[in-house]
């Protein structure tokens, strides 16, 4: 199957700022943004939450604008702004008309450089971000994916979620944030990107020129690869009229060599394909649920599998047989080659029709330059897919032949 790779080209500046350009011949809009390697996983017990927080209220004013002036400079021009925060990264963007890359350049080096934080800013987004803890806290199959998340990395950062709690956001002083920024968003810790039409040496010259930030050395790094708990089988009882389930195990991390095997296996059991095995075995077979799914939490140095369905609470016992016979099934060699060869062109397929997002495409090459320096273009990804062999997803599939498996039931408010 043939799919073209566009163009990556890579520039570092001589203050330590990556920088990550990919050529979309013709398009008529662009993306810039920054790519920080700061994120949930490097926040101290007293300050989980912050690299969200501060991802918040960045655009709440800086010297030179008001929070209005900042979110109408984008939108004036017909792009937008937007902002998120993972376990590892904080990314700030605009996607925007074509012509005006250097609009975009401007305004996200000055919320980097320049947010100030007002206090009576902070104040109302306080309350914004405890509501959406509690939305959150109120969706268990979304909550569910953090509390495993706490079992699986037990005792590390990756493992408590990104929102933080109201008692640590009450903690959030303007100083705090200006704090943290001043000493986590340096030009070592950040990866500039754009996408789009205009020639690299001409984004390099207008990022350079914009992000001027000092030569700064990088912070004490206080990331730990998560230690391998043993596997636990816990049952938790919630106000909830459904039983959710998350069944999951660790895998490698963003540069392990069984990265591909992984996504791959993901695809075959729960991907987004309605023949997926266990869509097949839950759903299309027996009406047991409404939606199986499986999903990849690949980090820079460590990795989860995780399989999550929801049922009535009578039949999670024969949704939880069904699916680890599926997996022991895969284990054992199921795939043969094939299947493999169905499953490969599948899973290809989905891979030519997501590259033409050239958003989400510039943000996954944004990520991977900020943790490896470069990132796998798709010819890379395709011909890593067609090297796969059945020996191969047998062997992703035994990670998780003894799970760590969370039930969330009904039964009384746990929060």
């Known amino acids: 199957m043939k799919t073209k790779s566009l163009p990556i080209t890579y520039h570092t500046a001589a203050n ?28 101290d017990p007293d300050r989980y939450g912050l690299a969200h927080f501060v991802e918040h209220t960045i655009f709440k004013g800086t010297r030179r604008r008001r929070s209005w002036h900042i979110i109408n400079r984008m939108e004036a021009v ?42 009576r800013e902070l104040d109302k987004e306080r309350e914004v971000v405890a509501d959406e803890i509690d939305s959150y806290l109120d969706t268990p199959s979304e909550a569910i994916f953090d509390d495993f998340e706490d079992l699986l990395f037990a005792g590390n950062g990756l493992g408590h979620n990104i ?39 001409a984004v390099f010259a207008i990022l350079e020129r914009h992000f001027d930030l000092p030569d700064s050395p990088l912070p004490a790094s206080t990331r730990t690869t998560p230690a391998i708990i043993p596997a636990v089988d816990i049952t938790r009882s919630i106000a909830s009229h459904q039983c959710h389930t998350v069944i999951g195990a660790r895998v490698g991390g963003l540069q392990s060599p069984d990265r591909f095997a992984v996504a791959l296996l993901a695809n075959i059991l729960g ?6 095995l266990l869509n097949i075995a839950l759903r299309e077979r027996r009406g047991l649920v409404y939606n199986v799914e499986t999903s990849t939490g690949i980090f820079s140095d460590c990795g989860e599998l995780v399989i999550y369905y929801g049922c009535d609470p009578a039949d999670d016992a024969t949704c939880r047989r069904l699916t680890l016979d599926v997996i022991r099934r895969v284990a054992d060699g199921y795939i043969t080659p094939s299947r493999l060869n169905r499953a490969r062109k599948q899973y290809l397929g989905q891979l030519t029709l997501s590259s033409t997002n050239i958003e989400s495409r510039i943000l996954g090459i944004a990520r991977a330059t900020s943790i490896a320096s470069r990132a796998m273009t798709t010819a890379d990804v395709i011909d890593s897919i067609n090297a796969l062999t059945p020996a191969d997803i047998a062997t992703a599939a035994s990670s998780l032949t003894t799970p760590t498996i969370l039930s969330l039931t009904p039964g009384y408010n746990r929060y």
């Open 16 to 43: 330590g700022l990556r920088m990550v350009h990919l050529a979309v011949p013709g398009s008529p809009v662009g993306y810039m943004g920054v790519c920080i390697a700061v994120g949930a996983r490097d926040e």
């Open 78 to 119: 017909g792009g937008e702004l937007n902002a998120y925060t993972t376990k590892e990264e904080t990314v700030v963007y605009s996607a925007f008309p074509g012509a005006s890359p250097a609009r975009a350049a401007e305004l996200i080096a000055d919320l980097v450089k320049n947010s100030q934080f007002p206090e």
């Open 163 to 201: 929102l933080g709690t109201r008692a640590t956001l009450d903690g959030f002083s303007s100083q705090v944030c200006r704090d943290y920024i001043a000493s986590r968003y340096v030009s070592r810790n950040i990866t500039a990107f754009y996408a789009g039409s205009m020639r690299p040496e």
């Open 271 to 276: 991907g987004p394909g309605m023949n997926s």
